[in-house]
C-alpha cells in the first residue's frame, strides 16, 4: 500500500462548453463513418449517431481531454506524479462540466542532509602483501594443471598425496534406502576432504572396502543430512597420483600470454592490484550509498519501487535464461520479498542522489552519452543509430542519462568525503 505522504489528489474540472464542442466534434466524426439500418453511409442523422455510439462517444471524449486537463492541474499544483493516475467520483452529464479527482503517488518532500560531511573508513584489514598474493595466484594456476596417473604397484597404499577412486553406497541412520555412487574421487589427507575419508581410507589397497561413519554437524550445508549420522561402504576401485608441474618459463607462457615467469608474476601482480582497487572502490560507493539512505528518512513511492522490482526480476529471468535455466520453473513469488528490500535501497538512494546532482550542477553531457551508447552498440553488435533510435522509443535513453548523472554525482560524493587513514600492513611472520 502506497505511503500516505506519497499520495496526492488533485480535483479537476473541465468547463462545459468545452466539453459540448469536444462531444459535438467526435460525434460528428463518427456520423461520417456511422452505418446504420435505413441510411446510406455518413447519412445518419446526428442525434441517432448520438444515441447509439453514446458510450464511444463519452470514452472518447475522456480519452482526448483528460490526459491534457491532468497535466495542466499537476503543473499548477507543482506535482510530478510517478504513477499512472486512478481517476476517482467521475462526474460526466449532458450539459455539465466534468469533473473527477485523479490521485497518484509523488515523491515526497525531504531535506537533503549533511552530504558533503560523510566519512569513509578505512578497510577493516590492509590489502595483504602483493608478493604473497602472487605467490597464491601462481600456485593456483599450478594446480590448475595437475594431472594424475594410475598407481599400478600392487602393493600400493592410499596416504596422504593419493586419491582414491572408489565407489559408495550411503546409508542415513533411520532410513530405509541406500544411495549409491561410482567413481568418486577422493584426496586422502587433503584439507578440504572429511578425517573420517582420510582415517578410513588410511592404508587401503584396490580392492578394499571400507567402512565410514561421519556425524555431519546442525549447520551442514545439505539439508538432507545436516545433524544426521550417515554410513558409508567404501570399495576402493583404483589408486592415483596427482603430478602438479614446477611453475617454470614454458608452463607460464601458457597464461596470460607471458613471456616467462617473471612476466607472469608482474601481470599477475598488475591484475591482482586493479582488482583490489576495483573492490575498494565498490566498498567506498556502497558506504556513501548507506549512509545517505541512513541520513534521509522519508518514504518512497511504491509505483518506483514496483517498477524496480519488475525490472531486477526480469534482468535475473534474462540471466537464468541465458544460463540454458527456464524462467518458468522459478518461484519468483518467493523471491520477490528479498528483492523488494533492495530495492526499495535503490529507489531511496536514487531520489537523494538526483536531489544532490541538482543541488551541485552535476548533469550527464551529450559526450558521455554518446560514449556510453557506443559501447551498448559495441555490446550488442548493431550500428549506433540503431540502438540511439531503440533506447530512445524505449525511454530507456532517458534512464540512461539518469544512470550516468547518479554515478557522477557518487563520484563527487567520494571526492568530499573524509577519509579514515589505513592501517599500515602487518608484516607477514
Known amino acids: 500500500m502506497p505511503a500516505p505522504d506519497c499520495q496526492r489528489t488533485v480535483e479537476v474540472e473541465i468547463p462545459s462548453a468545452e466539453v459540448e464542442r469536444e462531444y459535438g466534434r467526435i460525434a460528428r466524426d463518427l456520423q461520417k463513418k456511422a452505418r446504420l439500418p435505413g441510411f446510406r453511409p455518413g447519412k445518419a442523422p446526428l442525434s441517432l449517431v448520438q444515441q447509439r455510439f453514446a458510450g464511444r ?36 452529464h449532458p450539459g455539465e462540466p466534468i469533473r473527477f479527482k485523479a490521485r497518484i503517488e509523488v515523491v515526497p518532500p525531504f531535506e537533503l542532509g549533511e552530504y558533503r560531511k560523510l566519512k569513509i573508513a578505512a578497510p577493516e584489514s590492509p590489502a595483504s602483501n602483493q608478493d604473497e598474493a602472487v605467490d597464491k595466484a601462481i600456485e593456483q594456476l599450478r594446480q590448475s594443471k595437475t594431472t594424475t596417473e594410475e598407481v599400478t604397484d600392487p602393493e600400493a597404499r592410499a596416504g596422504k598425496g593419493l586419491v582414491a577412486v572408489v565407489s559408495s553406497d550411503q546409508t542415513i541412520e533411520g532410513a530405509a534406502s541406500t544411495t549409491h555412487a561410482d567413481k568418486l574421487p577422493i584426496r586422502v589427507g587433503a584439507e578440504e576432504t572429511l578425517p573420517e575419508f582420510s582415517a578410513g581410507l588410511e ?7 571400507r567402512h565410514v561413519v561421519v556425524h555431519y554437524p546442525a549447520d551442514f550445508g545439505s539439508t538432507e543430512i545436516a545433524g544426521k549420522t550417515v554410513n558409508f561402504e567404501l570399495r576402493v576401485l583404483a589408486l592415483q597420483r596427482e603430478l602438479t608441474p614446477a611453475m617454470d618459463d614454458t608452463l607460464a607462457k601458457e597464461f596470460l600470454d607471458a613471456a616467462d615467469v617473471a612476466d607472469l608474476r608482474a601481470k599477475l601482480g598488475q591484475s591482482i592490484a586493479a582488482e583490489r582497487q576495483r573492490q575498494r572502490a565498490a566498498e567506498e560507493r556502497e558506504q556513501v550509498a548507506q549512509q545517505l539512505i541512513k541520513m534521509h528518512d ?29 524462467p518458468a520453473q522459478v518461484d519468483w513469488g518467493q523471491a520477490r520479498p528479498a528483492v523488494r528490500e533492495s530495492s526499495s535501497d535503490a529507489v531511496k538512494l536514487g531520489l537523494i542522489l538526483e536531489r544532490i546532482a541538482t543541488a551541485e550542477g552535476v548533469a550527464a553531457s551529450d559526450e558521455e552519452i ?60
Not at 548493431?382 to 542519462?401: D, M, N
Open 203 to 209: 592404508g587401503a589397497a584396490v580392492g578394499d572396502v
Open 57 to 92: 462517444i463519452r470514452e472518447e471524449v475522456l480519452d482526448s481531454m483528460l490526459p491534457a486537463y491532468l497535466r495542466s492541474a499537476f503543473e499548477r499544483e507543482n506535482l510530478e506524479p510517478v504513477s499512472r493516475p486512478a481517476i476517482e467520483d467521475l462526474h460526466f
Open 298 to 326: 522519508f518514504p518512497v513511492p511504491e509505483a518506483l519501487v514496483e517498477e524496480q522490482v519488475q525490472r531486477r526480476l526480469e534482468r535475473e529471468a534474462r540471466r537464468l535464461a541465458a544460463q540454458g535455466v527456464d
Open 370 to 429: 554518446e560514449q556510453e551508447l557506443e559501447r551498448w552498440a559495441e555490446r550488442l553488435h548493431q550500428p549506433l543509430e540503431t540502438v540511439r533510435q531503440r533506447l530512445t522509443a524505449s525511454g530507456t535513453l532517458a534512464a540512461l542519462r539518469a544512470d550516468i548523472r547518479q554515478d557522477k554525482t557518487l563520484d563527487y560524493l567520494l571526492g568530499v568525503a573524509a577519509r579514515d587513514a589505513a592501517p599500515e600492513p602487518q608484516p607477514t611472520p
